[in-house]
């Protein structure tokens, strides 16, 4: 039905005849013949225009039950963030000025400073390697020398 192109609107001259002024019809007069037709031919129109209209609005409502289902999705998941959340102000309002401040900062800095200038360099971790290898090799001559 969709691939269907909606009926071109008839002119009015293709309706049914009415009869002249002054001549009254029947009811089973004017059910009858063209008119009634005519009116067939009315009522399929409409009976695809209103079927066309229904899978509009069938494919419209699925879109917006899809586009709720969203909104609703996203609701649950802004409602099970609120407590955290909520936990997460009262820890940095409450909580979080006491852990540490500027001063604290500074004073740990320095003391990191401090212990990175006593670390030995790599220079002298050779030299000091070097040193206690070359110290047990001559304990080793020597060792072996008195051996003898």
């Given amino acids: 039905m969709p691939d269907e192109a909606p009926p071109e609107p008839r002119p009015p001259e293709q309706f ?5 002024k002054g001549v009254l019809r029947s ?14 031919g009315t009522v399929g129109e409409l009976k695809s225009t ?10 419209n409502s699925l879109r ?4 709720e289902r969203s909104s609703a ?14 936990d997460l102000a009262g820890f940095a309002k409450h909580r979080a000025p006491f ?6 900062l500074t004073a740990l800095k ?18 000091d390697v070097a040193l206690i290898v070359g110290l047990i090799g001559g304990l080793l001559a020597i060792g072996t020398h008195l051996a003898h």
Avoid: H
């Fill in 16 to 20: 049914a005849q009415t009869p002249p």
């Fill in 27 to 40: 009811y089973d007069e004017m059910n009858t013949g063209q008119m009634v037709f005519e009116l067939q």
């Fill in 50 to 59: 209103v079927s066309q209209l229904a899978e509009l609005m069938k494919a």
């Fill in 64 to 67: 917006l039950e899809a586009v």
């Fill in 73 to 86: 999705d996203l609701k649950e998941i802004l409602r099970l963030m609120a407590p955290k959340l909520d």
């Fill in 99 to 104: 852990i540490a401040d500027k001063t604290d």
């Fill in 110 to 127: 320095s003391a990191l400073e401090a212990q990175i200038n006593q670390r030995p360099t790599r220079r002298q971790s050779i030299t």
